[in-house]
């Protein structure tokens, strides 16, 4: 493979970078060079096996980020802010990144993104609390904010990938619960609200068809998203992959914030988002302009059905 069709994967052992490397190998258009922090894990063997090139490489060492994108064509951008939840150190991974980027010369950067909430949530707006020094979303405004700015003025040939709601979360995070009084109940904090989601392999998708089109998407932003669904009807999804009612008991985004875990009052603003500022949320992430480069999404049902061991285990 030359090197001229080849894409460094960040990530490649993860969620979005995962689903990535995994899209790009069965499509075969494109090489990967999968930038992992431990090319010895199991996931970066596996990768290994459908074709990969596994390099080792970590945001925190530029020099290290520069050896991994030498050659490379383009790359797949993505920083793991939930593993510190420091706004800080996510600009200085990004920075990492982008000087790494320009160094290799890169001809095409996809950067995982999403939007500053404080474009639509006004300063003085008591409806949620700031937090971080200043953020009301911090993992959504650091990136969408900064980040992205910082990108712009690179001058790199940038698309910005808009995520959604990962489906995924409903196997793990989200997953039904078993309620005191028997009741298996969906405990998503969105109330009467829609929200944009895809599943991972669906990311994979678009990054492959957003690197076949340069022309289109450098410098565009680009939605993820399959679907708008209500909490009923995710719940309902649910139901019927399970083969039991799912009930639909959202808490408040109070209570979620109130849960004390490490994150729990950033998660309570972010639904709250989700639920009190549907035009800027789902208005971003258009499902036609979405479909434009994800024609076929796999739809709730179809992906819960696909993974119906864990949703059940």
């Known amino acids: ?75 797949f951008l993505v920083t793991p802010y939930w593993e510190h939840r420091s706004p800080a150190r996510e600009l200085a991974e990004v ?36 937090l971080e020094g200043g953020y009301r979303v911090p993992h959504f405004d650091v990136k969408g904010g900064s980040a992205d700015a910082l990108f712009a003025k690179s001058g790199l040939p940038t698309t910005y990938l808009l995520m959604s709601f990962y489906w995924d979360n409903l196997l793990s995070l989200q997953k039904p619960q078993r309620d005191p009084d028997g009741t298996l109940a969906l405990h998503l904090p969105i109330g009467d609200a829609a929200i944009a989601g895809a599943s991972a392999d669906d990311i994979g998708q678009a990054v492959l068809q957003v690197l076949r089109r340069p022309a ?4 565009a932003t680009v939605p993820v998203a399959s679907d708008h669904l209500t909490g009923e009807q995710i719940a309902a999804a649910l139901g019927t992959v399970i083969g039991e009612p ?49 024609p076929d999404p796999l739809s709730l049902t179809d992906f819960l059905a696909a993974h119906r061991a864990e949703l059940t285990a």
């Open 246 to 294: 799912v009930a639909y008991r959202p808490p408040t985004h109070d209570q979620v914030r109130g849960l004390g875990f490490p994150g729990a009052d950033e998660l309570g603003n972010m639904f709250q988002y989700y639920a009190e500022f549907p035009g800027s949320y789902l208005g971003r992430r258009d499902l036609e302009a979405a479909r434009a480069f994800n």
């Open 216 to 219: 289109e998407t450098i410098g």
């Open 1 to 75: 493979m030359s090197h001229d069709n080849v894409i460094a994967v960040l990530g490649a052992t993860g969620t979005q970078g995962g689903a990535v490397a995994r899209a790009l190998l069965a499509d075969g258009e494109f090489g990967v060079r999968a930038v992992t922090r431990d090319a010895a894990s199991g996931k970066a063997r596996a990768l290994t096996g459908l074709g990969a090139d596994v390099v080792e490489a970590d945001l925190a060492d530029e020099g290290s980020l520069r050896a991994a994108f030498d050659g490379v064509y383009g790359a």
């Open 95 to 130: 920075e990492n990144l982008i000087s790494a980027a320009q160094a290799a010369g890169l001809q095409h950067v996809v950067w995982s993104t999403l939007e500053d909430t404080r474009e639509v949530i006004p300063a003085g707006d008591d409806r949620m609390p700031t």
